[in-house]
């Protein structure tokens, strides 16, 4: 029972490149959701899907797109990396909104 | 648009010292509130619940709907609280939360 899983842990890209970061949850949970976190900012919404089908944007989500493939999995891609991209990625799920169960983060860094 | 503030970034108390972390809201509707935790090297995860009006690992955290603050409190600080603190918000209807900026907490021997 792994939770959320997020892969991959580490990567450095350069400006222009592209990748796709993949959360998996076998939680059954409904909701998903994409954060980044940045340092005096907190966590900051960029996408999230209400339940399988549905994608919305959150509050930051220009330079990304995002995937929910089914039930089970949610991905974010950048298709064309800038240096305000670097951050820690999360993605979190959840049943019915009432408590977000995180994954362990990507950690980004755009030269 | 729902709003929530930290005021401070970084919080230092010696270990049996009281700590609140502060965490302020701005929403038109009636809020769920929550608080965050993300230990070094782990995941974040929650804390605690407004509506649950419980206390995890001595915290406690009382919603006050008149000053619109869901401020965190543990009477004796321990060195295993230190942690990055974050309060949230999630709007009546929905699943989104809005974060705050979080709160470092160091709690020194």
């Known amino acids: 029972n792994a939770g959320v899983t997020q892969t991959p842990k580490f990567q450095v890209l350069k400006t222009g490149q592209s990748m796709t970061l993949q959360c998996a949850q076998d939680m059954n949970h409904n909701s998903m959701y994409w954060y980044r976190q940045d340092p005096g900012m907190g966590l900051r919404l960029i996408y999230y899907?209400?339940?399988?089908?549905?994608?919305d944007k959150g509050e930051v989500p220009n330079g990304y797109n995002v995937s929910r493939l089914n039930k089970r999995e949610f991905s974010l891609r950048l298709e064309s990396a800038a240096p305000s991209q670097t951050s820690v990625y999360f993605c979190a799920t959840s049943l019915a909104g009432v408590q977000q169960y995180f994954g362990p983060g990507t950690r980004l860094t755009v030269t | 648009a729902q709003r929530v503030t930290q005021p401070e970034k970084l919080l230092s108390v010696f270990k049996g010292a009281p700590v609140e972390l502060k965490c302020n809201y701005s929403y038109s509707g009636s809020p769920e509130l929550f608080w965050y935790v993300q230990y070094s090297r782990q995941r974040l995860q929650l804390l605690l619940r407004h509506i649950s009006r419980e206390s995890i690992k001595g915290f406690t955290a009382d919603l006050n709907k008149g000053e619109t603050s869901f401020h965190l409190k543990k009477p004796f600080a321990q060195e295993e609280d230190s942690a990055m603190y974050y309060c949230?918000?999630?709007?009546?209807?929905?699943?989104?939360?809005?974060f705050g900026e979080g709160t470092q907490l160091t709690v020194n021997p």
């Open positions: 949230a918000l999630k709007e009546t209807s929905g699943s989104r939360l809005t």
């Open positions: 899907s209400a339940s399988e089908g549905t994608t």
